[in-house]
């Protein structure tokens, strides 16, 4: 499976499969010694190391080291090197449920990803085709993070209009996903849909182009809801208690 998007890169966390990291190798080398400086993470980490020694800040971290460690585990085919072993992709209480639940509930086939610790990160496409994708982080029978892209609705190319016509079932898709995570077991879709407005969406979206809300349930669950771009790609994070 190669995703029509970009992957996540979350807080220095590259969610691929295996396939993914295949084909973002190939294109990565094809930037390794193309030009007449060293490559882009290699300036970047020794300007940060720059910056770091000539005020003193005393500190040794790097946030361009996770970027060299990327481009070392692309140029030796290893993408292992990417995980962080030192990561705890299991910490929180968990949402209460696993894969199972997840690939039946939202009609998904899914994928191990590579570049995390084994066991700990998936990759799930829609078995009907549909463009989008969900990353999912934490144990396979209690996962802890998850992170549902689709895009929402189509546009007008000419006016960019939302088209709502397809709007019925992405936004069942959309009930579905956040009132069975949030509210699991119970999935109480009148309580969750009185702190995210699915109904309204079209029409927000017709004025707007562009959406953002997030909440909290009793149980300690939060997801964030927002929009990516023009094209109406919308990205669903869900976590569980902290």
Same mark, same amino acid.
């Given at each position: 499976?190669?995703?029509?998007?970009?992957?996540?890169?979350? /807080? &220095? *966390?590259?969610?691929?499969?295996?396939?993914?990291?295949?084909?973002?190798?190939?294109?990565?080398?094809?930037?390794?010694?193309?030009?007449? @400086?060293?490559?882009?993470?290699?300036?970047?980490?020794?300007?940060?190391?720059?910056?770091?020694?000539?005020?003193?800040?005393?500190?040794?971290?790097?946030?361009?080291?996770?970027?060299?460690?990327?481009?070392?585990?692309?140029?030796? /085919?290893?993408?292992?090197?990417?995980?962080?072993?030192?990561?705890?992709?299991?910490?929180?209480?968990?949402?209460?449920?696993?894969?199972?639940?997840?690939?039946?509930?939202?009609?998904?086939?899914?994928?191990?990803?590579?570049?995390?610790?084994?066991?700990?990160?998936?990759?799930?496409?829609?078995?009907?085709?549909?463009?989008? &994708?969900?990353?999912?982080?934490?144990?396979?029978?209690?996962?802890? @993070?998850?992170?549902?892209? &689709?895009? *929402?609705?189509? =546009?007008?190319?000419?006016?960019?209009?939302?088209?709502?016509?397809?709007?019925?079932?992405?936004?069942?898709?959309?009930?579905?996903?956040?009132?069975?995570?949030?509210?699991?077991?119970?999935?109480?879709?009148?309580?969750?849909?009185?702190?995210?407005?699915?109904?309204?969406?079209?029409?927000? *979206?017709?004025?707007?182009?562009?959406?953002?809300?997030?909440? =909290?349930?009793? /149980?300690?669950?939060?997801?964030?809801?927002? =929009?990516?771009?023009?094209?109406?790609?919308?990205?669903?994070?869900?976590?569980?208690?902290?």
């Amino acid at each position: 499976m190669i995703r029509r998007r970009s992957p996540t890169f979350n /807080n &220095y *966390l590259a969610i691929l499969t295996a396939e993914e990291f295949a084909q973002l190798r190939r294109k990565t080398l094809e930037t390794v010694g193309a030009g007449t @400086h060293a490559h882009n993470f290699v300036r970047g980490s020794r300007l940060i190391a720059a910056i770091n020694a000539q005020y003193d800040l005393g500190t040794d971290d790097n946030f361009m080291a996770w970027y060299l460690r990327f481009l070392e585990a692309m140029q030796k /085919n290893d993408p292992a090197i990417v995980a962080d072993p030192a990561a705890d992709l299991s910490k929180g209480k968990g949402l209460g449920f696993g894969l199972t639940w997840i690939a039946n509930t939202l009609d998904l086939d899914i994928q191990p990803a590579v570049t995390c610790p084994p066991g700990l990160c998936w990759v799930a496409a829609f078995r009907s085709g549909r463009p989008g &994708y969900l990353e999912i982080v934490g144990p396979a029978e209690n996962v802890v @993070h998850l992170r549902l892209v &689709y895009p *929402l609705f189509s =546009t007008d190319a000419g006016h960019g209009n939302v088209d709502v016509g397809p709007a019925g079932a992405s936004i069942d898709l959309l009930r579905r996903f956040v009132v069975g995570a949030l509210d699991y077991p119970v999935s109480d879709s009148a309580a969750v849909g009185a702190q995210i407005p699915f109904d309204d969406l079209p029409t927000i *979206l017709r004025q707007c182009h562009a959406f953002a809300v997030g909440t =909290t349930a009793g /149980n300690g669950r939060s997801v964030i809801l927002s =929009t990516l771009n023009p094209e109406l790609w919308v990205s669903i994070e869900m976590h569980g208690p902290q």
